[in-house]
């Protein structure tokens, strides 16, 4: 008790985020059985009558699920691919950078489209992208090439998804990277420099290798949510055209269980995200530690 | 340990103490004298972009005196999958509203959970209301297996859409008004080809359109719905009895297809179509990119609407046409039904008792006081009368507060519930006015007059059959949007192979129950 109240302060602070995770996490978990029952809103979710697997056998049998767990797979992974080494390269650009002031324009324009909605974005993109007048159109036709219909055209679509998504969160992603970066000691650049050591050189034998478990780190937790492939930036984005490429499992669970009143099916499938995720990062967690990497826990 | 105890059961009869109060409120509340019954109303807003009444607007007050009711407004989305979510999520929790707007297809599977009232013995409550909104057609809308569920509350003016084309552009090229699809095909050509705008750029097109579906108007939805009906397959259903069933199983939807393919492949429809939103493709019409499209009276005719049209194109004329004749003859705009909205009763309402009060309260918005304070504000403050006794946005102290200016448009949201389109409505919404560049005299209401005498599908009661499931919705879509689009290639043999296997996934089915549900309900013609 009196280190309780010594610390006080510390333990309010953490009192914060404990009371989000209890009510936003933790008492949820309560709800997760209405992915095994007929969930009626009368009969509550203690009341509704237990279904079994009937949700998860609805969802796995559906006409589309092998294509919805291919493109969400694949929006995931191409965002993971593509955005985690931009965001890296980004960090590194700006800790390098001896220009402070370009360093803090830079650093706030790649910020900056982290704070647009995927409704402005769509804007954006509407205007740079439209076969008719889109300015990257206008390009390509200025050269004397056919106007591509980017937004409803099944193969560059999936390419918008992933290099917009990537445009928009780069300069957010980075902060993480840049945090890590600011921790190096920096007399191994001293030295680095006293050796002779270039720029390419310091990066690849000093970055790199510091920043790796902030790296790993943010692997492993981007794997736990590789089923999250960007709801809010599909839903805004897809057209009927492009349903093919563009359905991922939360647009499909929207469509399918929030829209046609199917609770336990929308329960279920979240359920199957989670603990797919969970293996995920319990199994690459495992498997990085036994490469000797830094693992989570 | 000992120390921690005392301090826990100190601490829990301490919140035990604050608690007993609330646990005694229905004792104290009997002694008090019956304080206003609170109404909870999620309603459809008028004007989107307004905000909601002010918290001082003069109608809480003479609700709450005049029928002690404390009425709390929530404004539902705009977008009808934002409105779907919010009323099934409240659902979900059992937390629906007292009253709240909702679409028929969201009540089809609300009702079934129990969740919503019968409001059969509220029209004998509400006479005034009854005989101006609420029609044998209107009491059906929203019944279900022999009892009502909803107040079906007349809805948007039904044919106010038509097909439009700039007539400007006819002049300039010496073009005659399209007739028939192949004269309109080649007026499209034109319109893409021959710069009818002559600015020297190669920047118009001949449709333009986006993708707008719903229930009754499957895809690709009501903007190409005057193409579609040139063959006798616009709409999602067929409501003649001699071939009811899916549009899409006739062999003329082929044809249509190929139809709108040509437009497509030929460029003479604005390829940002697929691309659109309802606003992108308004603006796109504003801005001189397409010469042909299907627009409704309003949101092409009304002074707001029409200004930036007029300020880009002082010379520029949309005129209203007939809808073009098909190879075998047939024209229609579109398919019409009787549109409504519904307002629903929650049984959490009804089982608290306030279901007469709801009706007390949609009575009194029936009565003069009540329709022209919902529907135009205060006498004096937010509208005169002109010497016909219709509201003009005239001769008022401060013109910011006129129910048609941004001052005075949150005072007006409710007015979809006193609304039922009858004249005065109909003359205040679409006042005679004159363009301020071009100085033409302009009348949405009489456009409306003109969209109204073209040739429709009569399709009453086409957005009450039952509706496919996602992802059998999902197949008829991509699959015409593929063909279109030319991911698939649009032959006679693909499109029988498409057909098959959407018959097999649940297409033959949501036809055949879409049939019986029309024949039981005497829908058919």
Redesign the interface.
Known sequence: ?RDIKRHRSVYVLLAIPLVYYIIFKYVPIFNGQIAFKD????D?VLGSQWVGLKHFKTFIN???FVELLRNTLMYSFGKLVFSLPLAIILAIAIYESNRPRLRKVVQTLAYLPHFLSWVIMYGIL?ALL????GILNDIIKLFGGK?I?F????KAFPWIVILSDAWKEMGWSAIIFIAALMGIDPSLFEAALVEGANSWQRVRYITLPSIRPVIVIVVLLRLGTILDAGFNQIFMLY???V??VA?IIDT?VY??G????Q?GLATAVGLFKGVIGMFLILGSNRLVKRFGGNSLY | MK??CIVCIALIALLSLVSLPLFSQGTAEAAKPAGPVTIELWYGAAITEAGPPPADWVGFQIIKDKLNIDLKLTALPSNE?DQ??KV??A????NLPDLFMVRRD?LT??VP???IASVDDMYAKMPIRTKTHYDEVSRSHARFNGKAYGLADPGSIIKNEGLLIRKDWLDNLGLAVPTTTDELLAVMRAFTFNDPDGNGKN?T?GYGAF?EINNYEA?PGRRLEPIFGAFGVDGTWDMTASAAGLNLFKPEFYDAMAYLKQMVDEGII???W??YKKD?FRAAWKQG?FGIMREQNAAYAAQANYAPFDKNFPNGEWIVIDAPKGPKGHASIGPYTANFRIYAIS?KAEKEGKKDKIAQLLEWMASDEGYYLLGWGVEGVNYTKDANGVPVAANLPDANLAFSAPGGQTVTQLRNMVFYNGDIELYARYPKYVTETSKKEMSALDVMRIMQTKKWTAAIGSDTLPIP???L???Y??G???F??G?RVLTKDNWNKWLDEFKK?GGQDWNDKGVAFAKENNLLY
Not at chain 2, 91 to 94: D, K, L, S
């Open positions: 008790m969930y009626m809103a009368l509550g559906s006409y589309y509407l439209a076969p008719g007048d106007p219909d937004l409803t055209n099944t057209s009927t055209p349903l093919s359905d499909w469509r399918q929030l829209l046609e009143f609770f | 120390k921690q999958s779907d979510v099934q999520a659902a979900a929790a059992n969201v599977r609300l959970q129990g969740l920047d097109y993708q895809w604005d390829p940002n697929l691309a992108d990119r049984a499931n996602a992802d919705k999902r197949f879509e991509q015409l949007s593929e279109i689009t991911k996934l």
